[in-house]
């Protein structure tokens, strides 16, 4: 387990398992670009389907709280905002739902 913990750059397990949810915010981060991707390609043109706001907002509070524990103010800034701003499109995502019943 030392070379995992060398090549992640962390001293304990408590880094490891942050690592670990980092990385997996990443992921989700990244998936929404593949969803929407997907969804352009099966309309042959660009959109942005609802499901690109859920992982951009599940994978920016994951990503924000990670750069809160690493203590990164750049990280933290930029995740803020995002994270403002997935929520407000979900939001009027769900205004829009509503007006539409």
Do not use: C
Not at 47 to 67: E, R
Request: glycine letters at 8%; a positive charge; charged letters at 15%.
């Amino acid at each position: 387990m030392d070379k995992v913990f060398a090549v992640l750059h962390v001293e304990s397990w408590t880094e490891f398992w942050w690592v670990a949810f980092g990385l997996f915010g990443q992921l989700m981060f990244t998936g929404r670009f593949l969803i929407q991707w997907i969804a352009s390609e099966r309309v042959k043109r660009s959109v942005v389907p609802t499901a690109f706001w859920y992982f951009s907002m599940v994978g920016g509070v994951i990503l924000l709280s990670y750069a809160i524990y690493r203590r990164d103010p750049v990280f933290v800034l930029g995740q803020s905002l995002g994270v403002f701003i997935y929520a407000r499109n979900l939001w009027l995502i769900r205004q829009e739902g509503r007006g539409n019943a």
